[in-house]
C-alpha cells in the first residue's frame, strides 16, 4: 500500500522560506510516476502547486512558478517542497501526493498545516 | 486562480441523485481528461473519478462521471449521508506550460 508523509515546520515567518518533505513508503519514486504538491487555505479550495518526475522533470503552477522549487531524492525515497517569500496568504494545509499523467493524484498524504506568522 | 467553475454547494435528501456539473474551457476540460475528489470533512482529497468516467478500485459504482465539450459532471445516486463532502473537479490545463487546475469545489449536504 502506498503510503505519504508530509514534515516539516508549522510555522514559518513572513519573508521566509517555506520547506516540506514527503516520504513515501510501500512504493519506489525511482519506479515512476509523478510527485505532487497540493495545498488548500482554511476553509477555501485545493490549489495545485506542482510536481515532478524521478529524473527531475517537473511541471509548476504558474501563479506560484517564480517562489516555488520541487526536487526530489531518490535514495531516500522522498520529495521536498520550497515556497519562498512567503506571506500570510500562503497559510495552507500542504498535502503531497503520488501523480499520475497529467496530473491525476491518486494517493494522498494526510497534510500538514503550515502558518505564516511573525 | 481557478478556471474551473463548480456550484458552491448543492442538497439533496437520501436515496436520491444529485450531479455537480464543472465548466471549463478548451485548454483544459476541452482538451483533457477530467477527475474527481472528494474530500470528507477533516480529511485530505480522495480521488473519486479519472479520466472523465473511471472509477479508481473501491469507488462506490453510485459515483459516475461524464464529459461533454468544455463541461463535466458527477453524479451521486443512491444519495447517503457518508456522501456529505465537498467535491472538486479537476484538469490538466495546456496553457502555458501545462498545469493542473481545480475547480471552486461543491458542497453537498443530505438532507
Known amino acids: 500500500q502506498v503510503q505519504l508523509q508530509e514534515s516539516g515546520p508549522g510555522l514559518v515567518k513572513p519573508s521566509e522560506t517555506l520547506s516540506l518533505t514527503c516520504t513515501v513508503s510501500?512504493?519506489?519514486?525511482?519506479?515512476?510516476?509523478?510527485w505532487g504538491w497540493i495545498r488548500q487555505p482554511p476553509g477555501k479550495g485545493l490549489e495545485w502547486i506542482g510536481s515532478?518526475?524521478?529524473?527531475?522533470?517537473?511541471y509548476y503552477n504558474p501563479s506560484l512558478k517564480s517562489r516555488v522549487t520541487i526536487s526530489v531524492d531518490t535514495s531516500k525515497n522522498q520529495f521536498s517542497l520550497k515556497l519562498s517569500s512567503v506571506t500570510a496568504a500562503d497559510t495552507a494545509v500542504y498535502y503531497c501526493?503520488?501523480?499520475?499523467?497529467?496530473?491525476?493524484?491518486?494517493?494522498w498524504g494526510q497534510g500538514t498545516l503550515v502558518t505564516v506568522s511573525s | 486562480q481557478s478556471v474551473l467553475t463548480q456550484p458552491p454547494s448543492v442538497s439533496e435528501a437520501p436515496r436520491q441523485r444529485v450531479t455537480i456539473s464543472c465548466s471549463g474551457s478548451?485548454?483544459?476540460?476541452?482538451?483533457?481528461?477530467v477527475n474527481w475528489y472528494q474530500q470528507l470533512p477533516g480529511k485530505a482529497p480522495k480521488l473519486l473519478i479519472y479520466?472523465?468516467?473511471l472509477l479508481p478500485s473501491g469507488v462506490s459504482d453510485r459515483f459516475s462521471g461524464s464529459k461533454s465539450g468544455t463541461s463535466a459532471s458527477l453524479a451521486i445516486s443512491g444519495l447517503q449521508s457518508e456522501d456529505e463532502a465537498d467535491y472538486y473537479c479537476?484538469?490538466?490545463?495546456?496553457?502555458?506550460?501545462?498545469?493542473?487546475?481545480f475547480g471552486t469545489g461543491t458542497k453537498v449536504t443530505v438532507l
Open positions: 478548451s485548454s483544459n476540460i476541452g482538451n483533457n481528461a
Open positions: 479520466y472523465d468516467d
Open positions: 510501500g512504493y519506489s519514486i525511482s519506479s515512476g510516476y509523478y
Open positions: 515532478i518526475y524521478h529524473s527531475g522533470s517537473t
Open positions: 479537476a484538469a490538466w490545463d495546456d496553457s502555458l506550460n501545462g498545469f493542473y487546475v
Open positions: 501526493a503520488r501523480v499520475m499523467v497529467r496530473g491525476v493524484a491518486d494517493y
